[in-house]
T-cell receptor, first 111, second 116 residues
Framework: NAGVTQTPKFRVLKTGQSMTLLCAQD?????MYWYRQDPGMGLRLIHY???????AKGEVPDGYNVSRLKKQNFLLGLESAAPSQTSVYFC??????????FGPGTRLTVL | AQKVTQAQTEISVVEKEDVTLDCVYE???????LFWYKQPPSGELVFLIR??????QNEISGRYSWNFQKSTSSFNFTITASQVVDSAVYFC?????????????FGTGTRLTVIP
């Protein structure tokens, strides 16, 4: 099992550009999440999904969109990147009984 | 609302000393789960422990131990005989069953530096 993987690992964007972060898990987990980690603030939930075809907003959803077309994939989109979105993004997945498994993270810089 | 407080921003200890990382949580739910994660300099998040709200037994795993006290809403983490490899940021987190989503509420983390 590869666990939770994230693509890409690093990315630099210019303000206004768009991009999609891909999260994939091969553990057949129902739930998937996107968090962002900023210095001194811990991890904060952006969006999450409790099943294929369903998504919901977390604590800091503005400026992001997500899609869960397949159970194993959870995409995070930035339509028009802003410097405030410079962060490290973590994807996680969990089975119904709990216990989150995290991906390695994506370091995004918006200039 | 759920909240996790890690009041210690940074701690430095000399190798072989014991160190305790504090975690205080807030929730009105009676069924919840508490976690500790380690984030080494390489950046990944390493799962350490998960406890449910009905199990207040202390747990020991090698040099690691956890003290869960519902009376003080605390879930403290102790490393015995610290080693340089323990240097990392440690996060305490909380999830509540009521939301049905198992998402985690994180504290702001404690950076532990173990000096050789």
């Amino acid at each position: 099992n590869a666990g939770v993987t994230q693509t890409p690992k690093f990315r630099v964007l210019k303000t206004g550009q768009s991009m999609t972060l891909l999260c994939a898990q091969d553990m057949n987990h129902e739930y998937m999440y996107w968090y962002r980690q900023d210095p001194g603030m811990g991890l904060r939930l952006i969006h999450y999904s409790v099943g294929e075809g369903t998504t919901a907003k977390g604590e800091v959803p503005d400026g992001y969109n997500v899609s869960r077309l397949k159970k194993q994939n959870f995409l995070l989109g930035l339509e028009s990147a802003a410097p405030s979105q410079t962060s490290v993004y973590f994807c996680a997945s969990t089975p119904r009984q709990g216990g989150q498994f995290f991906g390695p993270g994506t370091r995004l810089t918006v200039l | 609302a759920q909240k996790v407080t890690q009041a210690q921003t940074e701690i430095s200890v000399v190798e072989k000393e014991d160190v305790t990382l504090d975690c205080v949580y807030e929730t009105r739910d009676t069924t919840y789960y508490l976690f500790w994660y380690k984030q080494p300099p390489s950046g990944e998040l390493v799962f350490l422990i998960r406890r449910n709200s009905f199990d207040e037994q202390n747990e020991i795993s090698g040099r690691y131990s956890w003290n869960f006290q519902k009376s003080t809403s605390s879930f403290n983490f102790t490393i015995t005989a610290s080693q340089v490899v323990d240097s990392a940021v440690y996060f305490c987190a909380l999830s509540v069953e009521r939301t049905g989503a198992n998402n985690l509420f994180f504290g702001t983390g404690t950076r532990l530096t173990v000096i050789p």
